[in-house]
């Protein structure tokens, strides 16, 4: 291992301040692990955080990023949860370990990493111990790298908070990262599945992946077209990927008792509910924000012992992350990945 490294760095908001820089490689202090960097899993939300910080100060210099797989390269003092040579990955949440998040009704509890804390693009990273868990034995680092935010959102959402049972039936909206996480976890728990796009080609992908129904949501009134897909039942379970005004479709297309997991803000942070629909369906809407160390856990294990592949649309090297960045902000099926090594 040499004494330097290569880390993105910003040094003010935008892409335009993106420079690939040369540094020390850092040292692990007390309680703390040196990983090295073998994928880091890209975000819509990093193109936020390189634009404005997402509305929060950023610690300039600052790293974008926050999934990483990795192994552990050495341990600093006192550090005991991991050897040298063990596979790692990255909590999104640092100090989430169980239960509610802290804060209050006025502090959101928003200190995640790639964002109050730095993130993981570069070829080496030092981290507190208690910031990451075991990768799971059954996949490569870069799809490990996708399970921090996309793959636990959706299982956070689905199975934490939603208890998804065998028979329901699950809608997801579009197909992106955490969109065929759910897919993916609906599937191995039996339910049945519904995906909506704008896209006829990536709704023929999700198909060939496994959706039992593909809703063409240009094609006419989406909420419309499930309903008659599905007799008038609906979807027990929604993953709310849009965000904005569509949060109001997904109360419409809600079944009975169902819940609808309230994750993406693509089309804005505002939104406007039915409420009519919303109380006498007697819905449950979650919020969800990502979620906390040990549901990471569980889903590595679920990993290991169903089999779940994350879906990788495309890798790119280090060195071109201005193009991976493009490519995210074009819009990806599944997850787009970064490679150090």
């Known amino acids: ?29 007390a309680g703390e692990v040196l990983v090295k960097v073998e994928a880091v899993s890209l975000n819509y939300r990093d193109t936020l955080v390189i634009a404005n910080g997402l509305g929060a100060p950023l610690d300039f210099p600052f790293t974008p990023g926050s999934d990483l797989a990795g192994t552990v390269a050495a341990a600093g003092e006192g550090s005991r949860r991991f050897a040298e040579g063990e596979r790692v990955i990255s909590t999104f ?15 959101l509890p928003y200190q995640a990493l790639g ?27 870069e799809e490990a790298s996708t399970l921090p935010c996309a793959g636990l959102t959706a299982w956070f959402g689905l199975v934490e908070r939603g208890g998804l049972k065998a028979g329901e039936t699950v809608l997801v909206e579009g197909t992106g990262g955490v969109a065929l996480f759910g897919l993916a976890i609906a599937r191995a728990h039996g339910a049945r599945t ?3 796009s704008g896209s006829a080609g990536k709704l023929a992908r999700a198909k060939a992946l496994g959706a039992d129904i593909g809703i063409d949501r240009t094609a006419g009134d989406w909420v419309e077209a499930v ?49 009519g629909p919303l109380m006498l369906k007697q819905l449950t809407l979650n919020g969800i924000g990502v979620g906390h160390r040990r549901a ?4 590595v294990r679920a990993v290991d012992t169903a089999g779940l592949k994350p879906v990788i649309d495309a890798r790119y090297r280090l060195e071109e992350l201005p193009a991976a960045l493009d490519h995210l902000e074009r819009g990806a099926f599944g997850k787009i990945v970064v490679t150090p090594g």
């Open 1 to 29: 291992m040499t004494d330097r490294m290569r880390r993105w760095q910003i040094d003010d908001y935008g892409r335009a301040a993106l420079a690939l820089k040369e540094v020390p490689v850092p040292r692990p202090g």
């Open 227 to 275: 309903r008659a897909a599905t007799g008038g039942y609906g979807a027990d379970h929604v993953l709310a990927l849009a965000g904005g005004p569509a949060l109001g479709r997904a109360v419409e297309v809600a079944a009975i008792g169902g819940r609808i997991a309230q994750i993406g803000i693509i089309e804005g942070f505002d939104a406007a509910l039915p409420l």
């Open 296 to 299: 990471l856990e569980d889903l």
């Open 115 to 141: 964002g109050a804390y730095p993130g993981m693009l570069a070829d080496y990273v030092a981290l507190p111990e208690e910031w990451l868990v075991r990768a799971p034995r059954t996949l490569a680092p």
């Open 93 to 107: 949440f640092p100090g989430w370990i169980d239960g509610l998040p802290r804060g209050d009704s006025a502090t």
């Open 194 to 196: 519904i995906v909506v």
